[in-house]
């Protein structure tokens, strides 16, 4: 996995709700991948690239494969901003490299690297045939 | 609400999973909606009513009220059954009456009366027009 | 249920996720429980109230009843408010009316009401004895 | 990652639930990682460790990486099986291989390899100390 740098295409600030922690205390595992997709998806529209859209018009964005390192802890009462850069893997893949920072001490909680694909009628397509992802990649 | 009875149409086990659980230790309150969600539409598909087909045909279940009482909380490791009795109110409505019992005691832990209708082009339907329901009514 | 008015003691925005949808592309009915209760605790910790640290106290607030009214679908990309009102009803219960008003038309889309009480080791308490509550009631 | 194998420790069998789904229709790439939790904790409690019982005793058994491959989409309706394996990295992580496959045809849905640790008072502990684990390890 890419070493985080000081240079991000986009980020989005959240705060932990009450109901994303589990019995433990701190927020679920499982929860962190939300956050990963929501932050995603708020960057993607903001390059006219409409998830919800795309499903309406036959085109799904999926994930082939995902990788989180979980350094801390999120609970309660945390603030956090997550922060996502892009780029094309060969035609077909575009892959996320995304970090989650608490605020407002900066420390890395956690990283992922997630890869996506286009499928349309149920195969693979070119990322560039998206309307919108050409002028990403 | 009516008090519950010991005939039910139909009813499906459960056990808690850990990440349903809050910080308090115990099933947070929305995950009830979800157990009474899942209990209904597996009820609803025994009766080869399917609420994912029905979507792709451009009927949809929605909801339009819910009521809870929250007797016992449901904690790790936990097991329950969930009971439901459906019948109509008029033509557009349909009534579900659902009870969790923990087990082996058989002792209530919530009970939900759930008001369900069908869209159809953004309009209500008459229920009997849904295919499926009009031996259930 | 109290008809909504123009005053009101809280409001907290948020957006959908797109996770939070189900398959008929809209916030599934359970979401709207976790909408309502974030509103709760973040109106309840504006007034120094911190859910999770009175858990860790021995105090749980938890819900007795709650009816959900669904007036409208959220669904992908849309915007809304939750607005909170809150008062006592006898020594041991609070209750929290929450509406959901979509943005930027104000639309009613949802409305609540939550009984909600205070347990220690098991048993209902007094909510004036819950540091912070006595202020409010 | 490990080619999977005919042998695991423990399986432990699902439906998909409805609201598990996004507005793609299928099963949304979070609740994956619901499943493997699941299964594993459910595995755990077979061989008396106790999730939610050791975090009463102020151990928790937390994630510190996860992989996921996601090779098909699950969607409503679908039955499946979850299997694991489980083994010790070192004297300080355990390892869980999952692999989800659909029934009746027992094609690969998903596989998933889960680094936990063991956590007392904030520093990681020796998983031999653990009630349970030493017969497991």
Redesign the interface.
């Known amino acids: 996995m890419h070493l985080f740098t000081d240079s991000y295409q986009f980020e989005l600030e959240f705060s932990v709700?009450?109901?994303e922690?589990?019995?433990?205390?701190?927020v679920?595992?499982?929860?962190y991948?939300?956050y990963f997709?929501?932050t995603r998806?708020t960057f993607l529209?903001s390059k006219n690239i409409?998830?919800?859209k795309l499903?309406t018009e036959g085109i799904?964005l999926?994930?082939?494969?995902?990788?989180?390192?979980?350094k801390l802890?999120l609970?309660?009462?945390d603030r956090f901003i997550v922060r996502v850069n892009m780029f094309p893997e060969g035609p077909l893949r575009m892959i996320f490299e995304q970090y989650i920072f608490n605020l407002p001490d900066q420390k890395l909680v956690a990283q992922t690297r997630v890869t996506g694909v286009g499928i349309k009628n149920g195969r693979p397509m070119k990322l560039d045939a998206i309307h919108g992802f050409s002028g990403l990649l």
């Open positions: 709700r009450d109901y922690c589990d019995l433990q205390g701190i679920n595992n499982a929860v991948l939300n997709e929501h998806h529209l409409d998830f919800a499903h799904d999926i994930i082939a494969r995902i990788e989180v390192d979980y802890s609970k309660s009462g």
